[in-house]
Structures are given as C-alpha cells and as structure tokens.
C-alpha cells in the first residue's frame, strides 16, 4: 500500500511540475490560404476536430544538445491527436536534451496545401528562435496522417528555412495511392476524385529520390508490436 502510494505521489508531482509549453499563433496575422472552415469542434481540448487556427506548442529542452523536432499529430486529416501523438512525448525529448514542438495544425477539408503551408512555417518559426533555443539541427515528426504532413514537409520544401534536416514517421500514412492507403486521409486530404498530377505528387515515397539523389538518405526502420517507425537521415 505504501508503495502505491508512493508511486500516485510522484506521478502526481510529475504531471504538477510538468513544463508549461509556450504557445505561439503561427499565423498571427493571417494565414495565406483558407481551408473554409468557419467552426470548429472541440477545440479546447487535446483532441480538437475540424481546425482553422494553428498553434505551435514549444517545450523548450533545459540543457539543449542542438536538436528540436516539430511533431505533427494525426487523426486522418479531420481531427488531432494531441495527447498521445503530441504533447505526451514532451518530457522524454526534453530529458534527451531535444527541444521539442507540437503543431495544431489546420485540416485540410479538401484544400491540400493547408497544412503544409502551417508545418513550414513551423519550421521557420523554430529556425527564427534558434539562438534562443539553440536549434542547430531540426527534424519533423509525425504519426497516422501526420506522418504523411511530415513526410510531405521533408519531400516538398521550398527554400532552407523549410527543408527539415530530417523526418521521424510513426506508422505513417506514406502514400495517397488508393490501393494501399488510408481512404479517410486521402478524401480528407484530395477531396474523392483527385486528378492524377495531385495524386503523384504526394506519392511521398517517390519524392524523396527525385529530391534527395544527390544526398546519401539513411532510412533506419523499427518495428515493436504495433509500433512502426521510418527514421529518415539527411546528409
């Protein structure tokens, strides 16, 4: 009975003593494009559906070794998983010396370049406060749908402040093939009768040759019961 008790006691004292992140609104004056969402559902707690605002939750590591990640929760392009997707990893990064971001980001709601134009930004918000937060080097990180998001911000960039410099991918969403992936992301995502160019381009794993020939790509795979994880090294 002490023992338990002793136990509740420190979980207690972990969740109370939890780092608070810092919140930031990506789009403080506006976002370039609109997904056409006008409300949106819970979107107070950890597990928001239908999002039209973006927010960045960063948890700054204590004694930073030069690493962050932005991690993109999923929840097939119609809602978020936060919690466990999210901001639940926060402590064990930071005890690793990462810092570490979450993104709320937009759903698509058939606009396809919603969401990426949010992870991008995140990038480059997380770049503008590299001094402050001695960001050296900055991945993306995603699960489910969001895996996809980060695979699609690592193979799609458009300049340096937007190329992550490497991707972690929790059972990703890795493809927009009919054939193989997740209907409910692709409708989500492309709307159900995309046309072909869109639906190559986010062929995702194809992306990464056209982008990356000239690199040498490490991937390093990890598979543990149910958990699949695809590590993506740039050099």
Excluded at 15 to 39: C, H, M, R, S, Y
Excluded at 207 to 223: D, S, W
Aim: charge should be neutral.
């Amino acid at each position: 009975m002490k023992t338990l008790l002793l136990m509740g006691l420190l979980l207690m004292s972990g969740t109370l003593f939890a780092q608070q992140p810092i919140e930031i609104k990506v789009w403080p004056n506006g976002a370039p494009n609109d997904n056409g969402i006008t409300e949106e559902k819970n979107g107070d707690t950890d597990s928001p559906s239908y999002t039209k605002e973006t927010i960045l939750y960063v948890y700054p590591a204590k004694k930073g070794n030069g690493m962050a990640i932005v991690a993109c929760p999923g929840g097939g392009y119609s809602h978020l998983a936060m919690a466990h997707e999210g901001k639940s990893m926060a402590d064990w990064f930071n005890s690793q010396g990462i810092t570490y971001a979450v993104l709320r980001y937009r759903m698509p709601n058939g606009h396809n370049e919603v969401p990426l134009s949010d992870s991008q930004q995140a990038l480059r918000i997380m770049r503008q406060h590299a001094q402050e937060w001695n960001v050296k080097k900055l991945g993306i990180m995603g699960s489910s749908a969001g895996g996809h998001l980060a695979s699609t911000t690592a193979t799609h960039f458009t300049d340096a402040e937007t190329r992550p410099d490497f991707q972690i991918l929790f059972y990703p969403v890795i493809t927009m093939d009919p054939a193989y992936t997740h209907m409910g992301s692709h409708d989500n995502l492309l709307g159900k009768n995309p046309s072909k160019e869109l639906l190559m381009s986010l062929l995702n794993l194809g992306q990464v040759q056209m982008h990356l020939h000239h690199q040498v790509v490490r991937p390093i795979y990890f598979q543990r019961q149910q958990m699949k994880m695809i590590v993506l090294n740039f050099y």
